[in-house]
């Protein structure tokens, strides 16, 4: 049996979002094995044929280059150009609204994150502790231990907002390269 | 809550700065932040009641804004490295915030076109029982819990049998009182009770019902004293 399909098998059977390291312990794959057998599955899933599409923390092509990419997100979810067709089953989803507020420190987050809330602040030129809070409540951004300084926090969005707006990965939103750029740049 | 959203149409300072300097098509410069530090301060004094904390934001964009229209109207006024980098900082910061319009655009266009990518529950295969009866369920296992539960059972019944006494029937008690009564004419209570506590119960009772029945007389003569008893009649 290939490993894309071990993986699809498990990633379908957990249904939430997986850290690459449980993946590759419970199909039992060395980090190369689970590299090509992900791979694979993505470019199978791509065929026009397929329903549905992987959708990770950071683009799959590149996530094994970061250092901790085993604690990196994956999970098995539907193609967004489907969603007319499952319209009926999503209707409560698709009827949240989101504030200015929310709608400018979300774009922070996906765009310049993993990001601090001192940097959110200094974006945004004013506090954001509450919008902050409300996002991580509905669950759009979700918080992690900042490498470099033990005591902070680092903002960045959710595998289950990227699946909401119907982005595979944060590469996948229009000119994430070039807030990349900014983001090296300017702040 | 959410204060940002108190703050009427605008969501900062940065926010309100950068209409304002977009109102007058102006690029973001320190000539232009100086052109529009008057209206900023404008609308700083017709904010309504905010957070302090909101306040503050605007007050330190405000400080900023007069440094520049100070330099501007006073050339002389020869500024710190500190100050100058500040004013840099702001224009930087603003830029930065234009850039990020886009960022906001592109992320309400995605929101609104509604292209979720749904997926599935946590284990939603495996919502309905999964039988999973552990390494230590065994016939034994089964056997010596019972015994357990068993002998800690039996120790309470060993117990109860402890004081389990004599039954003395009331009725029996009554009948042997009206034989010894009948034969001795009469006796005391102390030599009518035996040994035993419960004796002594069944045989104060039988007394009383007999007394009742006005079959046998009572006579005491002070508190705790022997009860006397006699035939009655």
Redesign the interface.
Known sequence: MDSSAKLEAVLFAHGEAISLKKLADTVKLNEEELKTGLLALQKELEESSRGLALISEEPLSKIFESKNWDAKKIQLGTKPDLAPFLQGLLRGEMEEELTPANLEVLSIVAYLGPISRARVEYVRGINSVFTLRSLLMRGLVERIADPERGNAFLYKPSLDFLRHIGASSPAELPEYQKFQELKKDEI | ?????KVG?F?????KLLALIEEKKLPISEVSLADVTEDFLKYLDSLPKV?F??LA?FV??ASRLILIKSKTLLPSLELSEDEESDIKDLE??L???Q??K???K???Q??K??????????????SFPVFSPGEKLNQESLHSALLKMFQALQKFSVETETIKDEIISLEQKISEIIGRITKLGETTLRKLSGVSKGEAIATFLALLQLARDQIVRLEQSEHFSDIFIKKNG
Do not use: C, H
Request: no cysteine.
């Open positions: 809550m959410d204060y940002s959203f149409e969501q900062g300072p940065l926010d957070d904390a909101v934001d330190a964009v930087r910061r830029t930065v915030y850039e990020l886009s960022a906001k592109n992320l309400e995605m929101w076109a509604g292209k979720i990518s749904a997926a599935r529950e946590y284990l939603a295969i495996a």
